[in-house]
């Protein structure tokens, strides 16, 4: 561990870091025919935040269960640190409803042969502060809320240090609250060093949490990179909210801003255009300026452009 | 236990002391790292790990209501027994009750004899049935499988834990009988000498190693069938499923006991020995290998199948 401690703080900025999960075709078909995950190849980073995105049905929960070795691969091959470095929440939280919350914690810790016994109080007691569950340890698990459930769920996959930690949609039936505690704890484990891979629909929360992301569509990667690649792959626009419509456009189009469209507003692509430049050649051209702003891709349109607007799952 | 607790504060973090020593901070932010706690050896070895497991299993077996009061109502059948050739004994105690009956009126050990032959048929196969059956089923149904196996509790571990588990329960349930038996028959009774079904007298010790002998071979066969039920239970993710196939194997092989077409048939199942036990009860002990022989190939045969079944299987719940 040393060798390779030194070897990674030598190594040359930009170089890329080796990878906390590698699959290379990984697919799952399901008896019946159903092809839930077709041929993917992940590359999580070490280190990294792993956003995997994509509609229900689209295979998330699907390869999770397959990384967790829960079930078998139809073909393909991946790479993931041994199960005992691995904290996980798959599919939502599943506990024993007669024990406490510590109980369940416990139950778990035993369930693991690398964990030790001598500690286990001790990390469940830290687990459940963590996850702000304290004053519900002795509770019966029959007794939690939803969030609650949830909140347990996380600190079961938190009950050691963890190389990696895989959650399935972790802020499911989260007040909003429990949403910004559990993207405080993602980035607080992330600066430990853990690399999180976690599933989300939540697209604004991932690009507030994730370095990196893929995008999973009818079991297809269809796209894979850092966050800026995948949503500054397209143009940034400028939005000019005005009442003198036609002599903004007029203005934009003279300094050859491409793709000039009129609406209630008027925007166009920004280019490499200084914002500030823009708002003083309309006010020169004696536009009435009344809100000037520039619209980046959201993670959302790439996603929405990716996935599609349906609402139907893929299935 | 000042110790034991600076141990636990000091064990607690002993990884990230190396992280933030060995590094710099400008170091740090450039390369990912990981928690160098897991760099440490192992900290507990295989058959601690492998007894933690089994002790939270068991832990979790005897502390469940159902469980303790499935116990406490097959516990509480000696007594009614008791209870009932005590009050109706004396005055018809030679008027055609089977000689087992009979012996008991003259004797205290001779009410375990009674109880478990009552019982063994249906009412202990019920109680390891629903253990047995919910063991995998049970944990697939309401999704902790997963979490244990992502723990990662490994599924040859797990089953061999959720096996010895059963074992115990079912080791509890003859015990429960053979217990209660035992001291409401020393209290209603006479302490003494036993007469044997074979007609010869042996002393009250020698009679207690005989129950013991019992004790032994009925939880043997409840312990083949607890195999059979937990095959049953890595096919379905109902425990209610699993269970509810166990008891009728058991009802569907009694049935068949009773055809005398059929009694070539007997010696391959499980139930017909069950009652082998009656072998305790002579003098010399009768020979009970032919029952341990089936014990062991059903515990063979269903184990095997438990693992095939459940090594491979898409734990998809
Ligand atoms: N055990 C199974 N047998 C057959 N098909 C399955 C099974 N599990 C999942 N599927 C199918 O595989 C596809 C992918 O399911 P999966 O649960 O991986 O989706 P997901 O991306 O996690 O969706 P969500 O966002 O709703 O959680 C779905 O069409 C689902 O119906
Ligand atoms: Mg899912």
């Not at chain 1, 966050?227 to 300094?255: C, F, H, M, Q, Y």
């Not at chain 2, 010895?164 to 209603?188: E, Y």
Request: include cysteine; charged fraction near 15%.
């Amino acid at each position: 561990m040393t060798s390779e401690v030194l070897l990674e703080a030598g190594a040359p900025s930009g170089a890329a870091p080796p990878a906390a999960i590698t699959t290379s075709g990984l697919t799952k078909r399901f008896r019946g025919g159903q092809v839930a995950v077709d041929a993917i190849d992940l590359d999580v980073p070490r280190g990294s935040v792993y956003g995997f995105l994509g509609p229900n049905g689209s295979g998330k929960t699907t390869t999770i269960r397959m990384l967790l070795g829960l079930i078998t691969p139809t073909e393909g091959t991946f790479t993931m640190p041994p199960l005992t470095t691995v904290g996980a929440l798959v599919e939502g939280p599943a506990f024993y409803p007669y024990l406490s919350g510590e109980a369940n914690l416990l139950r778990f810790d035993a369930a693991d042969p690398s964990a030790p016994p001598r500690t286990a109080k001790a990390r469940a007691a830290e687990a459940l502060e963590r996850v702000g569950l304290a004053a519900a340890a002795g509770k019966r698990y029959r007794a939690y809320s939803l969030g609650m459930r949830q909140r347990l769920a996380i600190a079961a996959a938190l009950l050691r240090p963890r190389r990696l930690l895989v959650l399935d949609e972790p802020t499911n039936g989260l007040d909003p609250q429990g949403t910004r505690e559990v993207r405080a704890l993602v980035k607080d484990v992330a600066a430990e060093g853990t690399t999180v891979f976690v599933s989300s629909h939540l697209l604004a929360e991932v690009e507030q949490m994730c370095t990196h992301a893929g995008i999973m569509s009818a079991g297809r990667l269809v796209a894979q990179g850092t966050i800026a690649s995948l949503s500054g792959g397209r143009a940034a626009r400028i939005r000019i909210d005005t009442p003198d419509l036609e002599a903004a456009a007029r203005v934009l189009a003279a300094l050859e801003l491409p793709d000039v469209r009129v609406g209630s507003d008027v925007t166009a692509e920004l280019g490499g255009h200084a914002p500030e430049r823009i708002n003083a050649e309309l006010v020169v051209a004696g536009v009435a300026v009344r809100g000037l702003s520039v619209v980046r891709t959201s993670l959302e349109d790439v996603f929405v452009g990716l996935t599609g607007e349906g609402f139907d799952v893929d299935g | 236990m000042s110790t034991a607790d600076t141990q636990t504060g000091a064990r607690r973090t002993p990884g990230l002391v190396p992280v933030s020593e060995t590094r710099r901070s400008a170091e740090r932010a450039a390369a990912p790292r990981e928690p160098s706690v897991l760099s440490e050896p192992e900290p507990s070895g295989g058959v601690v790990a492998f007894w933690r497991l089994l002790r939270s299993e068991l832990g979790l077996t005897f502390r469940r209501p159902r469980n303790l009061i499935m116990l406490g109502v097959l516990a509480l059948v000696p007594v009614i027994i008791g209870i009932v050739l005590k009050s109706i004994g004396t005055e018809d105690a030679d008027g055609g009750m089977g000689a087992l009956l009979a012996a008991t009126a003259g004797n205290s050990l001779m009410l375990t004899f009674v109880a478990l032959s009552a019982l063994v048929p249906l009412l202990m196969p019920i109680a390891v049935a629903v253990v047995a059956g919910d063991s995998i089923a049970g944990e697939a149904g309401t999704g902790t499988l997963r979490y244990l196996l992502a723990a990662p509790a490994g599924r040859g571990r797990l089953l061999a834990v959720k096996y010895l588990n059963a074992v115990a329960f079912s080791v509890a349930v003859t015990a429960a009988v053979a217990v209660s038996a035992l001291v409401v028959g020393v209290l209603l009774f006479p302490v003494g000498p036993v007469t044997l079904l074979s007609g010869t007298t042996v002393s009250f010790a020698d009679g207690l190693l005989r129950i013991l002998i019992t004790v032994g071979y009925v939880s043997a066969g409840m312990a083949a069938l607890a195999a059979v039920a937990l095959a049953l239970s890595t096919l379905t993710e109902v425990s209610i499923g699993a269970i509810a196939a166990t008891l009728v194997l058991i009802i569907v092989t009694q049935v068949l006991r009773a055809f005398p077409q059929l009694d070539w048939l007997a010696p391959y199942l499980l139930p017909t020995h069950w009652s082998g036990f009656d072998g305790a009860l002579r003098d010399p002990i009768g020979d009970m290998s032919g029952g341990l022989l089936a014990f062991t190939a059903y515990i063979a045969l269903f184990l095997s199948t438990a693992w095939a079944r459940f090594s491979g299987k898409d734990i998809s719940s």
